[in-house]
């Protein structure tokens, strides 16, 4: 059995009979039992989102090849190569945005230094255990937990992401959108671009994350921050009831709400 599809540099997802990724996109192929995804070496920010979304359909453990310019990963499952794909998608636009933010992401299971975490809030949030549950009774578990500046996102039926709940009083990135409007439709600010690319990862992943880094408040000095992403994907549950679950913290000035 042999198909491939293109995702080109804005993101559209097509057919292909090319050997090699569009300008700035990607080329996903399967030939039998092999599955492979070639990168572009310009690869776009959306054309790593649309990836991120089409590799979701697959099983976390349905094993790929991963081509980046520089080179070739074998025999990785998908929630790992999600997860090279997520950095990757983060570092670009954090490179246009230098003095904005910088950060890693990690899958949280595999967190080496546990003391990293010193807040208890985030600790509430990343000690969860909500694997075998449906989206209603995690929901719940994570409300009785009493998380502070706890952020819901949700998606639609197209797959589009919203805020289901954000913290009133958050100081970034400002000003924030009403719950219930579509990410994409103000993405175009890099804040909120790079928080839409985090949450994509966590649905893709389907494992929780730790993010750490710095950020600057509307100009100002980069200050360390943290973040705990959770994503409620239940197997057989619908897609529109999937949420991702997240807060985060100035390590400097907890008092200060960040989404």
């Known amino acids: 059995m042999r198909s491939q599809i293109a995702i080109t540099h804005g993101g559209v997802t097509k057919a292909s009979t090319g050997k090699v990724p569009p300008d700035g996109g990607v080329l996903a192929r399967r030939i039998n039992g092999s599955f492979t995804i070639s990168l572009h070496r310009k690869v776009s920010e959306m054309a790593l989102v649309q990836l991120l979304r089409s590799l979701r359909a697959l099983s976390p453990e349905f094993r790929m090849t991963l081509e980046t310019p520089d ?3 074998e025999d990785l499952t998908r929630r790992l190569a999600c997860h090279r794909i997520a950095l990757q998608a983060i570092s670009i636009i954090e490179r246009a945005n230098e003095p904005m933010f910088m950060s890693n992401i990690e899958l949280l ?3 080496q230094s546990p003391p990293m975490l010193q807040s208890e809030n985030l600790l509430k949030l990343a000690g969860l255990k909500l694997a075998g549950c449906d989206a209603p009774s995690a929901l719940m578990k994570a409300s009785a937990t009493d998380i502070a500046n706890l952020v819901s996102v949700g998606q639609n039926r197209s797959m589009r992401l919203y805020y289901l709940a954000i913290p009133t009083d958050h100081v970034w990135p400002s000003p924030g959108p009403k719950p ?5 439709d103000i993405i175009g600010s890099a804040p909120w671009r790079w928080l839409s690319i985090i949450y994509e990862a966590a649905l893709a992943i389907q494992a929780p994350l730790f993010q750490h880094g710095f950020l600057s408040l509307h100009g100002g000095a980069m200050r360390p ?8 994907t239940p ?10 679950l997240t807060t985060a913290e100035l390590l400097e000035s907890p ?3 960040i989404i």
């Open 255 to 257: 008092d200060l709400t």
């Open 225 to 232: 921050f943290q973040r705990i992403v959770y994503p409620i």
């Open 109 to 111: 299971s595999e967190v």
């Open 180 to 184: 219930g409007t579509p990410l994409e």
């Open 71 to 73: 080179r070739r990963h």
């Open 235 to 244: 197997p057989g549950d619908r897609p529109s009831n999937y949420r991702v």
